[in-house]
């Protein structure tokens, strides 16, 4: 498979827990996105990363939120203290000049 | 980015083409118009793009106005597969905001 993969697709967390999602891009895809969606929404940049370095970070992305993409390769998403609030859809997208590719999403429930 | 409008569903019946319209008036000269779209629970899917000219690929045509302020996405023969969410997004790869915008798209119901 040469798609965008993400893992775990479900996560189901208690309030306060912490909770961490992976993404392994296409590997010739130098940036890597990370957006969150909520019932009825559009999905929403959360940061994204060229390489290994984190270039913008939106405004959702409060103290809690930390993302990583150590090597430049996979990144992690990981959440602390999780509110219900959290509930949504985390899409990963990799890309190139011209093209996005998005995974199928984790779909994070909180409760 | 440019912000686009979209009404926010359309019907088609099975087999006729759908004919999506998009708005995009302050797009400026090195904005993309993107297409995707996104199936219930999954992530969201390229579609096309383009510039200025008209495009066609293998899952649909791409018709941008001459002044480029609006677009429209074509699927020739939309089948029940094609129901899903679409949007359109106005985008420069090399811009101030290395991130696609996504807004509500239009929901598009195929219908036998």
């Known amino acids: 498979d040469t798609g965008v993969s993400q893992d775990p697709r479900h996560k189901i967390t208690k309030r306060g827990q912490n909770v961490t999602f992976r993404c392994d891009p296409i590997?010739?895809?130098?940036?890597l996105y990370w957006y969150r969606q909520t019932l009825g929404q559009g999905p929403e940049f959360l940061t994204y990363?060229?390489?290994?370095?984190?270039?913008?970070k939106s405004r959702l992305l409060s103290d809690r939120f930390s993302a990583e993409r150590p090597k430049g390769s996979f990144s992690t998403l990981e959440i602390q203290r999780t509110e219900q609030g959290d509930s949504a859809m985390y899409l990963c997208?990799?890309?190139?000049?011209?093209?996005?590719?998005f995974g199928s999403g984790t779909r994070l429930t909180v409760v | 980015d440019a912000k686009t409008t979209q009404p926010p569903s359309m019907d088609c019946a099975e087999g006729r083409a759908a004919n999506l319209p998009c708005n995009h008036s302050?797009?400026?000269?090195?904005?993309?118009v993107y297409w995707y779209r996104q199936i219930h629970s999954q992530g969201p899917q390229y579609i096309i793009h383009?510039?200025?000219n008209n495009e066609t690929n293998e899952m649909a045509s791409l018709i941008i106005t001459e002044d480029r302020k609006s677009s429209t996405l074509i699927l020739p023969h939309a089948t029940l597969r094609d129901t899903a969410v679409y949007y359109c997004?106005?985008?420069?790869?090399?811009?101030?905001?290395?991130?696609?915008?996504f807004g509500k798209g239009t929901k598009l119901s195929v219908k036998p």
């Open positions: 997208a990799s890309s190139l000049p011209g093209g996005y590719t």
């Open positions: 383009g510039l200025k």
């Open positions: 997004i106005a985008f420069s790869y090399g811009g101030s905001q290395g991130n696609l915008i």
């Open positions: 302050t797009i400026s000269g090195n904005e993309y």
């Open positions: 990363f060229q390489n290994e370095a984190q270039l913008e």
């Open positions: 590997s010739e895809h130098n940036r």
